[in-house]
C-alpha cells in the first residue's frame, strides 16, 4: 500500500492513528445504523479529542488495513481523571489541564497553559513539568504489549503520544503569547522546541527499544507524527520562520527515526495551507502526508498528485470534513468520494480517509455513503 503501486483496491484506514479515527458518538450511531457491534478495541486512545479505536471485528468488517501501536494520550486515563460536580478534569503530558462536562461539551477543552504567566518564555523554561521516564516507559510498554496482536499481516503504524512541535509549545505557552515570543524571544521558543523534541525522541526510544527487544521491529511499516503547519489560508508563521526553527528539529526527530528503523515509512499529519513548504518536509523525511487538507489554499488535490505524488503517499484526502461528510446528503458524500478516487488512486500511493477524524457532527448515513463508495468503486 506504500511503495506506489495499484493493488487489487485502493486501501482504506481508520483508526491506525489518531488522526485517522472517529470520534465514539459518531462510532455508536453509525454501528448502531447498521446493528453492528459498538464495541472499542481501546476506550478512549484520546480522550481530549473523544477518540476511540474500533474493535477488531468491526475493523476487518469495514476492511480496515492499519492498526495502531502506540502509547494512549492519557497513560492511565481512568485512573487519572477527576469528576468535580460532573465536569471531568485531565492533565496531559505537559501539565496543562483539559476539562469536558458531558452536558454540554462534546471534546475537552483546554483550561491552563502552564507557562503563560510568566513574563518571558526563556526565564519560564524551568518551570516546565518534568515527566517521570520510568513510569511512563512502563505505561507505555503495556499499552503496545496488547495492541501488537492485531496487526497480523496489516500495516502496522506506530502512532506519536503527544501533539506536534508548535501545537504543544501554543499550548504549554498560550496562544497569543507563544505568537509574541515567536517575535521578541526567538530563542526561548526554541529552547521549547528543543525540550519537546528531546521529549519525542525519548518516547520513540520507549517504543523502539521495545519493538526491538520483542522482536516485533517489522511489524512497524509506518511511524506517525505531526504538527499543525497551516491554517486554512497560510501557514501558521512566516516560511522562512518554519524553515529556521521548525523544520529543521522535525528532520532531527525524522533522521532519528529512520537510523533506527529504515525500513519504516514516515508519516506527518500537518494540516492547512502548507504547499509551499511540502518540498521542505519531503527533505526532512516525510514519506506520507496526512490529512490533505484540499479544502485549504493551494492544497488542490490535482496539483499534489502532479507535483508530489512521486515522491509520498497521500493518506487522506478522501472527503471534505467540513463541508460535505458533514452537512451534505449521501448522494452528494457519493459523488465527492469518486471524483477523489478518480484523482487520487491512478498509480496507487493514496490511502483513503477522510480529512482528518470523522467527527460528532458526522451523520450515520454519510459514514456509510463513504464506506460504501470506496468498496464499490475504490477497486483497480
Known amino acids: 500500500m506504500l511503495e506506489h503501486r495499484e493493488g487489487d483496491r485502493v486501501p482504506y484506514d481508520l483508526g491506525g492513528t489518531t488522526v485517522t479515527a472517529i470520534t465514539r458518538n459518531a462510532y455508536v450511531q453509525a454501528m448502531r445504523m447498521r446493528g453492528l457491534k459498538e464495541d472499542f478495541g481501546a476506550e478512549h486512545i484520546d480522550p481530549i479529542q473523544q477518540i476511540v479505536i474500533p474493535g477488531e471485528d468491526i475493523l476487518d468488517y469495514l476492511k480496515a488495513d492499519a492498526r495502531r501501536i502506540g502509547a494512549h494520550r492519557i497513560p492511565d486515563y481512568p485512573g487519572k481523571r477527576k469528576i468535580r460536580r460532573k465536569v471531568i478534569e485531565v492533565v496531559d503530558f505537559y501539565g496543562c489541564?483539559?476539562?469536558?462536562?458531558?452536558?454540554?461539551?462534546?471534546?475537552?477543552?483546554?483550561?491552563?497553559?502552564?507557562?503563560?504567566?510568566?513574563?518571558?518564555?526563556?526565564?519560564?523554561?524551568?518551570?516546565?513539568?518534568?515527566?517521570?521516564?520510568?513510569?511512563?516507559?512502563?505505561?507505555?510498554?503495556?499499552?503496545?504489549?496488547?495492541?501488537?496482536?492485531?496487526?497480523g499481516d496489516r500495516c502496522g503504524i506506530a502512532d506519536r503520544n503527544t501533539a506536534g512541535l508548535t501545537e504543544n509549545s501554543l499550548r504549554i505557552r498560550g496562544y497569543e503569547k507563544w505568537y509574541m515570543d515567536t517575535l521578541i524571544d526567538l530563542p526561548g521558543v526554541e529552547a521549547l522546541l528543543d525540550r519537546i523534541v528531546e521529549d519525542k525522541i525519548r518516547y520513540w526510544d520507549i517504543l523502539i527499544d521495545w519493538a526491538l527487544s520483542t522482536g516485533n521491529e517489522q511489524k512497524i511499516q509506518v511511524v506517525s507524527e505531526c504538527d499543525d503547519l497551516g491554517s486554512q489560508s497560510s501557514t501558521i508563521l512566516e516560511v522562512?520562520?518554519?524553515?529556521?526553527?521548525?523544520?529543521?528539529?522535525?528532520?532531527?526527530?525524522?533522521?532519528?527515526?529512520?537510523?533506527?528503523?529504515?525500513?519504516?515509512?514516515?508519516?506527518?499529519?500537518?494540516?492547512?495551507?502548507?504547499?509551499?513548504?511540502?518540498?521542505?518536509?519531503?527533505?526532512?523525511?516525510?514519506?506520507?502526508?496526512?490529512?490533505?487538507?484540499?479544502?485549504?489554499?493551494?492544497?488542490?488535490?490535482?496539483?499534489?498528485?502532479?507535483?508530489?505524488?512521486?515522491?509520498?503517499?497521500?493518506?487522506?484526502?478522501?472527503?471534505?470534513?467540513?463541508?460535505?461528510?458533514?452537512?451534505?446528503?449521501?448522494?452528494?458524500?457519493?459523488?465527492?468520494?469518486?471524483e477523489i478516487l478518480d484523482i487520487m488512486a491512478p498509480g496507487g500511493g493514496f490511502v483513503f480517509a477522510p480529512v482528518h477524524n470523522i467527527q460528532d457532527d458526522v451523520p450515520a448515513a454519510n459514514f456509510w455513503a463513504m464506506w460504501d463508495t470506496l468498496q464499490d468503486y475504490g477497486k483497480y
Not at 115 to 131: C, I, N
Not at 274 to 301: S, Y
Request: hydrophobic letters at 35%.
Open 97 to 151: 489541564r483539559w476539562q469536558h462536562d458531558p452536558e454540554k461539551d462534546i471534546y475537552f477543552n483546554q483550561v491552563s497553559f502552564p507557562l503563560e504567566k510568566y513574563d518571558t518564555l526563556s526565564g519560564a523554561l524551568q518551570y516546565l513539568p518534568e515527566t517521570n521516564w520510568d513510569d511512563y516507559a512502563r505505561s507505555v510498554r503495556q499499552d503496545l504489549d496488547g495492541q501488537v496482536a492485531y496487526i
Open 240 to 338: 522562512d520562520k518554519l524553515r529556521q526553527v521548525v523544520i529543521p528539529r522535525l528532520k532531527i526527530i525524522f533522521s532519528h527515526l529512520k537510523q533506527c528503523l529504515p525500513h519504516a515509512k514516515i508519516f506527518f499529519h500537518c494540516c492547512g495551507a502548507i504547499r509551499e513548504v511540502i518540498p521542505d518536509l519531503i527533505e526532512a523525511g516525510v514519506d506520507i502526508l496526512n490529512p490533505v487538507q484540499f479544502t485549504a489554499k493551494g492544497m488542490e488535490l490535482r496539483g499534489l498528485k502532479k507535483d508530489f505524488g512521486d515522491a509520498l503517499t497521500f493518506w487522506g484526502g478522501g472527503v471534505d470534513t467540513q463541508t460535505v461528510l458533514n452537512n451534505g446528503t449521501p448522494q452528494q458524500v457519493e459523488d465527492q468520494v469518486k
